[in-house]
């Protein structure tokens, strides 16, 4: 009797190997709700770990393309520890059931802490800056992915690494695409406008979403630090997410990061968002070289007249209350809009551009402030 589609995907899962356990996917229980169509489209779970590669993913969707008679694969990906459930609280004896522990109750053990990983250094990366913002739609990661370039074009070896783990973006921006190749256990970044990329989104699906705890986005972000054969380089850029949370944490816990920017819009909600944004890196000892403000204003094409669109001057307030520089102004441009939307950014697209030429200063002013690290 012939092989049913399920079970020829259970076969060629079992030759995905999970080296930290020894064993297959199968065998190891991390694939779970394999569901197939009558058209040979497949959507099935992994469970992942903070401690595996964070490439099996892509293993195992390849495996089951792979698989004759199936025709799409859609791998979900689900935090094994979410998966494990509770515990069940001890019974008094007697059969009387126990209340649930309160915060600060007296005779309540102490919550077990653990100490924070020690940074390591990894000098072939040469300055690592991460690019942080407040809040999410300021364009931060149009402007990590500009700076890169306007370093590049100094000549210096850079890597740009997208630890929006949530909304990677970078891939985009860059025109970049397809799984990175693995070559002695090394992942290869992708290469793009004369800079090394790498991202989480050259792992999963367009349309999967990242619904990942703190151990794993500490996993992610240290394999690719670790595990990436980015090479000699002179700058290192980190696309940070928004915010203050896990990747911002896991980044300063993972590796030293010699310096940090801050990107806002002119408004005062972003302005109070970045501020927030600098107090976290400087509490966690990293310096924050200064602020950028992007979509400053809008130059009319016909007429030249400036509009502010989101208010002004929110960048060089938040600049002085900080006590640190204003590294630029960028001004909302079209150009960058659809360049970033097409794989051309705007450094690689128009180089004379206003807002091309804001970014290159800006870029300057950081190769100035930050020396290179002994290697």
Request: some cysteine; glycine content about 10%; hydrophobic content about 45%.
């Amino acid at each position: 009797m012939a092989e049913s589609l399920r079970q020829r995907i259970d076969t060629a899962l079992r030759q995905v190997r999970n080296e930290r356990s020894g064993l297959d996917v199968i065998a190891s229980e991390m694939v779970d709700r394999v569901a197939t169509t009558t058209e040979g489209q497949v959507r099935l779970t992994l469970r992942l770990a903070a401690s595996d590669d964070a490439t099996l993913a892509r293993s195992v969707r390849q495996a089951v393309e792979g698989v004759d008679g199936v025709t799409a694969v859609r791998v979900d990906i689900e935090d094994a520890s979410r998966a494990a459930p509770p515990a069940a609280p001890p019974a008094r004896a007697g059969g009387a059931s126990r209340a649930l522990p309160v915060m600060e109750q007296p005779g309540t053990a102490a919550p077990r802490t653990v100490a924070a990983p020690t940074p390591v250094a990894y000098p072939h990366l040469g300055r690592v800056v991460a690019i942080s913002s407040g809040k999410g739609g300021v364009g931060k990661s149009t402007v990590s992915t500009n700076l890169a370039l306007a370093l590049a074009r100094t000549g210096a070896r850079v890597g740009l690494m997208d630890a929006d783990i949530y909304g990677p973006n970078i891939p985009r921006m860059l025109g970049a695409a397809g799984a990175p190749q693995v070559r002695d256990n090394r992942i290869v970044p992708l290469e793009a406008h004369g800079i090394k990329v790498m991202s989480i989104g050259f792992l999963v699906e367009r349309d999967q979403p990242a619904i990942w705890r703190g151990p794993i986005i500490m996993k992610v972000i240290t394999q690719f630090l670790r595990d990436v054969e980015w090479g000699t380089l002179d700058w290192f850029i980190v696309d940070m997410p928004p915010g203050t949370g896990d990747a911002q944490l896991s980044l300063v816990q993972a590796t030293n990061v010699h310096a940090a920017v801050i990107v806002t819009t002119p408004q005062e909600v972003a302005t109070g968002d970045a501020l927030r944004g600098a107090k976290m890196f400087e509490r966690v000892g990293v310096p924050v070289l200064g602020i950028v403000e992007n979509m400053s204003w809008f130059s009319c094409d016909h007429c030249g007249e400036k509009t502010h669109i989101f208010g002004s001057g929110g960048g060089a307030r938040l600049a002085a209350e900080l006590g640190l520089p204003l590294l630029g102004r960028i001004p909302l441009s079209v150009a960058v809009q659809e360049g970033g939307d097409a794989g051309q950014p705007i450094l690689a697209s128009d180089l004379e551009s206003e807002a091309s030429q804001a970014l290159i200063a800006i870029a300057a002013q950081i190769a100035n402030a930050v020396s290179l690290p002994p290697r």
